[in-house]
């Protein structure tokens, strides 16, 4: 510092004991700049309809990222949750994480709470669980769980997928004639939390954390091929 040699915010600091925040302030010795390790942040956030899963729009609609006032490091949605969906989301700057929680090979579950036109039947809900074609390539299976009676003209069902396809549980209701009126996303692996207001947002606790990451090794365990067996010598 006392050669000068020490910038913040492009202004040479000779006075030992100055402080800077390296989150906000530029500085640099000998012109390459300090950065701290990054921090992993994990943000869960109940998605309301009308916002759109991504850090910025073109077409100037809000996005997710406009819900997390107070965050300042740059997180980005894990997945996507539609325009018109509601629900849970993760925003992280955890790259490795996000890429296992995306990856088909993981296969991740995700449950939606769903409203839709009429009452599926049973041949309807089998077709579900087994897979329906949908942009010309068809559906892993999935679960699926009816809620007794009707509510207001609509059913209420839980679908569990392990895919991250494009409108996917939309598309696949409106493959069985049976289009979606409302969608929730109520749990991301072993992720819930029923209390989380929408439109709010908190901090992941360390032990989810753990259980999410613990959960994508525990599904690539499970999808990895099982090893050949050795020949015995004759």
Do not use: C
């Not at 490795?96 to 036109?117: C, D, F, K, M």
């Not at 209420?156 to 409106?174: A, P």
């Amino acid at each position: 510092m006392l050669q000068g040699r020490v910038t913040v915010n492009g202004e040479a600091v000779r006075e030992l004991g100055s402080k800077a925040d390296p989150s906000h302030d530029d500085i640099r010795v000998d012109g390459r700049r300090v950065k701290l390790p990054e921090r992993h942040r994990y943000v869960l956030l109940n998605k309301p309809r009308g916002y759109v899963t991504t850090r910025s729009d073109p077409e100037k609609r809000p996005t997710v990222i406009d819900l997390l006032r107070g965050v300042r490091e740059y997180v980005y949605p894990v997945g996507r949750l539609d325009f018109d969906s509601e629900g849970l989301l993760l925003l992280t700057n955890d790259g490795e994480l996000a890429a296992q929680l995306t990856h088909p090979s993981h296969g991740i579950a995700r449950v939606y709470e769903v409203h839709v036109a009429g009452v599926p039947d049973a041949h309807d809900v089998e077709r579900l669980t087994k897979g329906v074609t949908i942009d010309g390539r068809r559906t892993g299976p999935a679960d699926i769980q009816l809620s007794p009676g009707r509510h207001g003209g609509h059913a209420r069902l839980y679908i569990t997928i392990r895919e991250g396809r494009n409108r996917q549980v939309r598309k696949m209701f409106d493959a069985i004639g049976h289009p979606v009126d409302h969608l929730t996303r109520v749990a991301i692996g072993p992720i819930r939390d029923t209390r989380l207001a929408t439109g709010h947002w908190r901090d992941l606790t360390p032990a989810e954390v753990a259980a999410l990451k613990r959960s994508t090794r525990d599904r690539a365990r499970s999808a990895a091929p099982a090893p050949a067996p050795r020949r015995r010598r004759q």
